[in-house]
């Protein structure tokens, strides 16, 4: 097999991993009510349940950090994504309040884990290729989302029980997961002929790497707004119908996958500070318009607009790491995932307390300020050659045969 076409079924089966993991979620955090009338979790129980899926992954990714230490990020995401899923289904297979206890636990241990190894693949794939490649990945992830998403709302609409509604995704996406896996392709420098594993982050490299920390967590607070708080903002404070306040998240969700379908293109052409800059200034606009709405249909456009500048922030931080610590990405990867993880925990609670003590109008405000904290740091999203265009592809030519050779792709 020659190194181009073991690079192409790496990346064809990485953004398969991703869409599954989009799908994966989607079922799990649009059923919600339902697990919580499953198991007869109390409305004052849920929020420690649900907090601790994220606190579980965020463990999960320190561990994995030490983990891709002694073997490759692919097969730590070989056996991730199967226990992810079939966590998945515990939560519909369960009776008792342990049970999915126990599954929700094993599903955010498991998801950190993929999250780190799946981004620490997508990384070096990108540097494999010596363009733009890691938007697609995300917006595979986006696709997994919205069809997943549509998937939860048939089976709710069918009354279906979740482990009906789990089962058949489950089935049919386990099996080419594990056939997919044997296509993942490592980083081929990340050790050495005598077993040397990567290079730590060095003295001062977290320091270096917190600019892009703080990003990711703004941006994972901004998401979690939408994700938690657009449908509740639309009827509450805009007025609209029950019908008509289910749209903001599915329209974000669209704008999301098509912004990263074609954010790619834009990194190679203007470079990603560039992107990275025009994405917050227009993710900003959006809490802008959001917040001073006057009725439902502005802030629909508020929404979209939030879809679009958002989409770009979190793969571009990923691959910013990446950059900066090419000798460490994995490590680099893996410690700025959890800060996903701190954006999701604080999001949420966040824009509700201030919305509940002040008013939501004033609430979207915040995760506006916080996202545009990414203006003082698009520096470090690398220099105007790290938008991996058609000359610095060329330039990459050989390293990426480099690299390629040496992963265990099949």
Request: proline content about 4%; hydrophobic content about 50%.
């Amino acid at each position: 097999m020659t190194d181009d076409v073991r690079l192409r079924r790496g990346r064809g089966a990485l953004g398969f991993s991703f869409f599954v993991q989009g799908v994966t979620f989607a079922l799990l955090v649009t059923r919600i009510p339902a697990i919580q009338d499953r198991y007869g979790i109390s409305d004052g129980l849920l929020p420690v349940f649900l907090a601790a899926v994220p606190v579980l992954a965020g463990v999960a990714s320190v561990g994995t950090e030490h983990l891709v230490k002694r073997v490759a990020p692919s097969v730590v995401l070989r056996w991730a994504q199967p226990l992810v899923l079939l966590s998945l289904l515990g939560v519909g297979a369960g009776e008792r309040l342990w049970h999915v206890a126990v599954a929700l636990g094993a599903f955010g241990l498991s998801v950190g884990a993929l999250d780190a190894s799946m981004n620490m693949l997508g990384v070096s794939l990108q540097r494999a290729y010596g363009r733009s490649i890691m938007l697609g990945f995300h917006a595979a992830y986006s696709l997994g989302g919205i069809l997943g998403a549509s998937a939860a709302w048939y089976g709710a609409h069918a009354h279906l029980g979740l482990f009906a509604s789990y089962l058949p995704a489950v089935a049919v996406l386990l099996p080419l997961v594990l056939l997919g896996s044997r296509s993942y392709v490592d980083r081929g420098d990340r050790t050495g002929p005598a077993g040397e594993t990567e290079k730590g982050l060095g003295g001062g490299g977290f320091r270096l790497l917190l600019p892009l920390c703080l990003v990711m967590a703004c941006a994972y607070i901004g998401d979690s707004t939408v994700a938690n708080w657009s449908a509740k903002y639309l009827q509450d404070v805009l007025g609209s119908s029950e019908q008509t306040a289910t749209v903001p998240y599915n329209v974000y969700m669209v704008t999301t996958l098509v912004g990263r379908a074609v954010g790619d293109l834009g990194v190679r052409r203007f470079g990603a500070v560039a992107v990275v800059r025009a994405g917050t200034l227009l993710a900003a606009c959006g809490f802008a318009v959001v917040a001073a709405a006057p009725g439902v249909w502005v802030g629909m456009l508020g929404f979209t607009l939030l879809g679009v500048g958002l989409c770009v922030i979190v793969p571009q931080t990923f691959a910013a790491a990446g950059r900066l610590f090419p000798g460490a990405s994995d490590t680099a990867v893996a410690r700025l995932n959890i800060f996903n993880y701190v954006g999701f925990l604080i999001g949420s609670p966040l824009v509700g307390a201030i919305g509940d003590a002040w008013s939501y109008r004033g609430a979207m405000l915040v995760p506006m300020v916080l996202v545009l904290i990414t203006l003082f740091h698009a520096r470090s999203f690398g220099p105007r050659e790290a938008r991996y265009g058609v000359d610095h592809e060329r330039r990459a030519g050989d390293r990426a045969v480099d690299v390629g050779r040496g992963g265990n792709g099949v």
